[in-house]
């Protein structure tokens, strides 16, 4: 049975090598172009911007957050764009607005990351460090695998599609069941991002300051 299970592992992933390879490029591309735009902000947006950095950094120390409230918006946020995905990969067409998709969550990671590091150097690290890393460590893992998944899922339409006798049944029981996991995994980044990521922004922060 485990051998089984592993010829038909190994035998999918020779098969979808290719969407793996184009999820993360795609990915990838959104993160460095994410980038390349902080780095290439005229002088008047990222004077706006470094304002609000600045006010962020000088108020987070003191803040009380309603972690009830961010709870409910991260997961809903993440739960949103997973979901998101997964109709996309339900649909023969949704190839080119999925990989949009991922470019964006790509591209907003490192437009984020490369405006902080870019505005505070050592400090943007540091802050970067506490305030998108811990979340984003189980979010972009899980935003790839929904990509992957419905990439592929799509792509079993598309052959269903040219070839009637290519079983589908199979395909979306995966699909979904690996959603699902997906999702587990999405709404845990949203706890991290709401019980974990604040308390480590304000000890950076404060480190920072004195």
């Avoid at 706006?48 to 991260?74: C, E, I, P, Y």
Wanted: charge should be positive; aromatic fraction near 10%.
């Amino acid at each position: 049975m485990a051998n089984s299970f592993k010829k038909m592992w190994k035998s999918s992933l020779r098969e979808s090598w290719p969407i793996y390879l184009l999820a993360l490029v795609t990915l990838t591309a959104g993160i460095c172009f994410g980038n390349w735009g902080a780095h290439n902000l005229d002088s008047g947006q990222a004077g706006q911007l470094s304002v609000v950095l600045d006010s962020f950094v000088n108020q987070v120390g003191t803040v009380a957050v309603d972690r009830s409230q961010v709870v409910k918006s991260t997961i809903t946020n993440n739960l949103f764009f997973i979901g998101l995905i997964y109709f996309l990969g339900l649909t023969v067409i949704g190839t080119p607005a999925i990989l949009a998709l991922l470019f964006a969550r790509g591209f907003s990671l490192g437009f984020t990351v490369g405006f902080l590091t870019k505005e505070r150097a050592g400090e943007g690290v540091v802050i970067a460090l506490t305030s998108v890393l811990p979340q984003n460590i189980l979010l972009m893992p899980a935003v790839f695998m929904a990509g992957v998944a419905a990439l592929s899922f799509s792509w079993l339409l598309i052959r269903r599609f040219l070839n009637s006798r290519n079983p589908v049944l199979p395909g979306l029981i995966g699909y979904h069941l690996l959603i699902l996991v997906v999702c587990c995994i999405a709404a845990a980044a949203g706890l991290v991002e709401a019980f974990i990521t604040p308390d480590l922004i304000k000890a950076a922060v404060n480190i920072l300051i004195k």
